[in-house]
């Protein structure tokens, strides 16, 4: 059991971080730039994202390591520094935690579809597998593979982490609610396959980010607390349901307004709970506060 196992097993609820890619671009990542060079070029400004988190009260963050597969890192011409960016990634985001956080190496989809023949599963596993010991070595406790669809992908995922590091991994997929008010992913999954790759292929924490606001992940929840109820959860949930306004697009939900569903979502049996695309440290400030008021 790792760091992060240890912590849930005394049945401790655990606020993570929220939105990176959205910081970076307010501190100057042009559009078609690799967020993860910033890790070499820009090492300060990620070490401030990764700060504002630590000092919203967050107990658990993330690493700037998304897209830092060989095979994304690719359109950048920099899949050669695979390795360096996830370790600089994890030592970042080590040296903002300091010793009473915790630290996650996130590790993001390929963008290459196996299934369409454009990387085959040997490419995609051994990519994996350099992310991972980029992020073990660079101090993280724990992985979590997220913002997944294609089941095949996670697995190897898995797989690929669990066959070079000792640590904690977690895997969640990214589901939107159908006509038929099914929660399934980009690629047809749905939450009980899901959860059966996942569980199979050895992932130690499961769970949803991204394409829902609150309201959508504590019906997620209580779906895989139907499935498996012992299982940790970790739910990183969107600032409410995108809006296209002017171009933009914008999550509209408020701190306050997103960390009022927060008691909801951990009695619903989420175990790690925390922001994705739209969520600011105030939001996180507000959840770790509302997390707080319920020991």
């Known amino acids: 059991m790792g760091k992060i196992l240890d912590k849930l097993a005394g049945g401790t609820i655990l606020v993570s971080d929220g939105a990176w890619g959205t910081y970076l671009h307010l501190k100057g990542l042009k ?45 950048y011409g920099l899949e050669k520094q695979a390795y360096e960016l996830n370790r600089s990634a994890a030592e970042l985001s080590r040296k903002a935690a300091g010793e009473r956080v915790l630290v996650m190496g996130s590790i ?27 992020l073990t070595d660079g ?29 904690d991994v977690a895997c969640t997929f990214t589901f939107s609610k159908n006509q038929d008010g099914v929660y399934r992913t980009m690629m047809g999954t749905d939450v009980a396959a899901y959860l059966e790759m996942a569980s199979s292929a050895g992932a130690d ?16 929840v209580r779906e895989l607390r ?17 809006v296209y306004k ?21 009695r619903a049996g989420a175990n790690i709970i925390g922001g994705c695309c739209g969520t600011t440290p105030d939001h996180i400030r507000q959840i ?8």
């Not at 993280?140 to 640590?167: C, F, H, N, R």
């Not at 139907?226 to 995108?242: F, Q, R, S, T, Y």
């Open 226 to 242: 139907k499935l498996d109820p012992e299982i940790p959860v970790l739910v990183h949930a969107n600032a409410g349901l995108p």
């Open 31 to 75: 559009d078609g730039e690799c967020p993860e060079s910033w890790n070499l070029n820009h090492p300060e400004a990620v070490l401030e994202i990764a700060r504002s988190y630590v000092e919203a009260g967050a107990d658990l963050i993330l690493t700037n390591s998304f897209g830092a597969s060989p095979l994304k890192l690719e359109g």
């Open 139 to 167: 101090g993280a406790d724990g992985i979590v593979i997220e913002t997944m669809s294609d089941p095949e992908e996670a697995g190897l995922a898995i797989e690929a982490v669990k066959k070079v590091s000792p640590l």
């Open 108 to 134: 993001g989809p390929t963008g290459k579809m196996v299934i369409m023949g454009e990387a085959t599963p040997q490419e995609v596993y051994n990519g994996f597998m350099e992310q991972a010991r980029g």
């Open 288 to 295: 770790v506060q509302v997390r707080n008021n319920l020991k």
């Open 246 to 266: 002017d171009g933009k697009t914008l999550f509209p939900e408020s701190p306050g307004e997103m960390a009022s569903q927060m008691e909801e979502l951990i």
């Open 205 to 220: 924490i499961i769970g949803a980010n991204c394409g829902n606001g609150t309201a959508g992940m504590i019906e997620i």
